[in-house]
């Protein structure tokens, strides 16, 4: 039975090991039954399934993903907790506690031994500190996956479903949502951690798309001029263009382009839809 989402028996574990909380590991631990059963709700979980955890911590949601889940990994990086993993999920036999930086891991290996290389379910409450590497990672490296449910900041969540129009919109959301489609399920405030953290948090779900929204020829290409667009994001779209190393196009013909799509010549990269990306970086590519 899963027994440690509530505070007293948190505490119990980190005072049988004597546990002291590593900051530059992110570590804030959830101590909220109500929320985390909202997030394996929200990640649809059958016994059908395969799930990767990123940083079990001390196995709180691991515990309900082991009862939900055919099996489970779960992937620590703080060589402490790997004991008390053992400890807090020995009731489980559809678990594998993986003690390695997540980042460094092969999930495509992974999902392939563990799944036989069907759409994987990921589920964390993430450390901050490496949101953005770890979903993009995911994605770029073309894991199979089904859906990615995480707990982020509240502000990386929002920037996750933003479009144009919004300060909050840039690179990530574009990535985001041309790999999926974002959905924000609960916010949760700092008193449901151990220790609580300075930020507000949101359990955002990213389902998949089975097919991209938008046609793209040469999708790194398009991510460059993404990125080129933000970069400066005072600037036109045109000088972030020009500007950037990856992209080597003379300034008139990245002038010529702009105008192509049918939008002033002077339109700041923020303005500019996933659509419109997409189209713009075709038109680039045909010059390059
Ligand atoms: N899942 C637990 C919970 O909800 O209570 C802990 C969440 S805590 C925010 C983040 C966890 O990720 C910590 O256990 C931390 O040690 C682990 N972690 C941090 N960096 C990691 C990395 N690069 N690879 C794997 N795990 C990491």
Known sequence: MATLGNPRNTIAVLQKYNFNFQKKFGQNFLIDTRILEEIIEAAQITKEDFVLEIGPG????TQYLCEAAREVAAVEIDANLIPILKDTLSEYDNVEVIHQDI???????L??????GRPIKVVANLPYYITTPIIMGLFESHVPIDSITIMVQKEVAD???????????GAL???VQYYAKPEIVVNVPPSCFMPQPKVGSAVIRLTRHSE???????EKLMFSVIRAS???????????????PGISLSKELIQESILELGVPVNIRGEALSLEQFAQLSNIISRKL
């Open 212 to 218: 991209p929204p938008v046609q793209v020829e040469d």
């Open 173 to 175: 959301s574009l990535a």
């Open 58 to 61: 001390i196995g709180t949601m």
């Open 230 to 244: 933000f970069n400066q994001r005072r600037k036109t779209l045109a000088n972030g263009l020009n500007n950037y």
């Open 111 to 116: 999902a392939q031994s563990k799944n036989q």
């Open 103 to 109: 980042l460094k891991v092969d999930i495509n290996a």
């Open 159 to 169: 920037r996750m479903q933003e479009g144009p129009g919004s300060k909050d919109y």
